[in-house]
């Protein structure tokens, strides 16, 4: 099954159609009530879309955002943070997982320094990361 959540699941019926019997259409409550859920939203929408849901646990959360340093409003004060972990707050009980990143590589500035926090945060969510 797959969940599409809208403005309203009757806007997307001719989307749904196209992609056989096993789509549907619904809420983004509706959606978020499957075992894995994709957040695919501006950033600035991502505290919306997440308190939808009253409940994360258990629940796993895939996080496709993408916070950008001058991108208004701002949303979570970075802090040493990265994006995911801000997620996180916003979605308590979800395991969170970082995901098909749109920055371009080039964007990404210290990369190398970054690898270890991101080992630490999966680590911290249960996950096990190799070297």
């Given at each position: 099954?797959?969940?599409?959540?809208?403005?309203?699941?009757?806007?997307?019926?001719?989307?749904?159609?196209?992609?056989?019997t096993g789509a549907k259409?619904?809420?983004?409550?509706?959606?978020?009530?499957?075992?894995?859920?994709?957040?695919?939203?501006?950033?600035?929408?991502?505290?919306?879309?997440?308190?939808?849901?009253?409940?994360?646990?258990?629940?796993?959360?895939?996080?496709?955002?993408?916070?950008?340093?001058?991108?208004?409003p701002f949303v979570g004060?970075?802090?040493?943070?990265?994006?995911?972990?801000?997620?996180?707050?916003?979605?308590?009980?979800?395991?969170?997982?970082?995901?098909?990143?749109?920055?371009?590589?080039?964007?990404?500035?210290?990369?190398?320094?970054?690898?270890?926090?991101?080992?630490?945060?999966?680590?911290?969510?249960?996950?096990?990361?190799?070297?």
């Amino acid at each position: 099954m797959v969940n599409l959540p809208c403005r309203g699941p009757e806007t997307l019926s001719e989307s749904v159609s196209s992609l056989g019997t096993g789509a549907k259409s619904g809420t983004p409550l509706e959606a978020a009530e499957q075992d894995f859920v994709i957040l695919s939203v501006m950033w600035p929408q991502m505290p919306i879309a997440l308190s939808m849901v009253p409940d994360w646990t258990g629940r796993v959360l895939i996080d496709a955002t993408n916070r950008f340093e001058n991108m208004e409003p701002f949303v979570g004060e970075l802090s040493g943070k990265n994006s995911s972990e801000i997620v996180a707050q916003y979605a308590p009980g979800a395991r969170v997982i970082k995901a098909f990143n749109s920055v371009p590589m080039e964007w990404i500035k210290n990369y190398t320094e970054e690898k270890p926090k991101t080992r630490t945060f999966s680590q911290s969510y249960g996950h096990k990361t190799s070297e």
